[in-house]
C-alpha cells in the first residue's frame, strides 16, 4: 500500500506526516492545507460550520429563554401528541419525522457510493428517492405547523405555557424545514444532471458554466447529512428534553 | 484514494489497486455498501431509543443524561460515516469539529446569565405566573 507524498520544493517526494505533526506540517510551510479534499469539498464543510454556529445560536436562545421564563414550558410530550385509534400517542408525528429523514440519510450515502462508480441510473434513481423523503418531512412538518397553529399557538403565546414556545418552535424548526427544502431543491436538480449523464460528459452547468464531477454527489450528500444532523439536535434540546 | 484506502474499514481489494493518487491529487471516499447498511440499522436503533426515552415517561437526571448520549452517538455516526469525516486528513476534521466547542463555551455563558435572568424575574415579580 503507498503512503501519500508530500513533493518538497526541490520536486523530491517524502513520506506525509501523520498525527499532530501531520496537523503542523499540513497547515504550516506556505502549502495547500487540506490535501486531498477538492475546493468544493472543503467550501462546503466550511459552510457547514457556519451554519453549525446558526443553529447552535438558535438553540442557545431557545435554552436561555426556557431557563430564564417564571412561567412553566409546556410538555412537548403532550403538545405533540398525535391521537390514533382513540389514545393519545406522545410525539409519534416527531418520532416518524424522525425515521423518515434518517432514511433519506442512508439513501444519500448510497447514492454517493454508486455515483463514484459511475452508475448513473441508481445514483439518479437514489437521490430522487431522497428528495421524496425529505419532501415527505417537509409536509409532515407543514401538518405539524397547521396542527400548532389551529390549536393556539403563536410566536407571542400559546394555551399551554411560557409565551415563549411558539417563537423558539416555529424559529428553530422553520429555519430547518427551510433548509430541507432547498436540499430537495439541489437533489433534484443534481440528480437530473447524474441521470443526463453531464458528469460523464463533461457538460457545463447552466449557473457555473463549469464542469462538474462525481464528487459533487458527495459534496451534495454532506449539505443533505448536515440537514439530517441539526434534526438529531432539534429532536434531542426540543423536543425530548 | 490512497489515503482513504490505508485508513478504510474494509476497502474493495480494487481500490487499493487503481492507480494511487500523485502528492496533493483529490481523494474520493467509496466505502461498501454494507457499512452505510450497518450505520443505517444504528441510526434506527438509537432514534427507537431515544423515543422511548420520552414513551416511557423517564425522568430527572437519567433522561437528560440518556437523550445526550443517544444525541451524541447519533451525530457521531452521521459524521464520522455518513460524512466520511472518519477517513479524512486530521487537519480536515479537527478544522470542522473543534469550532462548535466555542458554542459550548457560549452556552456556559448563557445558562449563568439565564440563571440570574430568572433569579431577578423571581426576586421583583414573585414566583407567580
Redo the contacts between chains.
Sequence with gaps: ???????THIGQ?EPRP???R??AA??SSDQ???????WG??MM??F??SD??IF??FL?SY???R?????PWPNP?EVFALRIGGSDI??ILI?IM??VL??S??T???A??FG??HDRRKTAILMLLTAALGATFVGMQAFEWTKLITEGVRPWGNPWGAAQFGSCFFMITGFHGTHVTIGVIFLIIVARKVWRGDYDTGRRGFFTSRTGR??NV?IM??YW??V??VW??I??FF??? | MAEATANGLGQHALHAATPAAAAGADVHQEHPIKLYLVVWAWLFILSTCSYLVDYFGLHGYLRWSLILIFMILKAGLIVAVFMHMAWERLALAYAIILPPILVVVFMTMMVFEADYTLFTRLAFFGSGP
Design positions: 500500500m503507498r503512503m501519500a507524498q508530500t513533493l517526494t501523520t498525527g499532530w501531520g496537523i499540513d497547515w495547500r492545507a487540506f490535501k486531498n479534499v477538492s469539498k472543503a464543510w466550511i457547514l460550520l453549525t454556529f447552535g445560536c442557545l435554552m436561555t429563554a431557563i430564564s421564563t417564571r412561567v410530550s406522545p410525539l418520532a424522525t425515521f434518517i432514511s440519510s442512508g444519500m450515502a448510497m454517493v457510493n463514484y462508480r462525481y464528487e458527495e450528500g454532506l447529512h448536515f439530517d444532523l438529531v439536535f429532536f434531542a423536543y425530548l428534553w
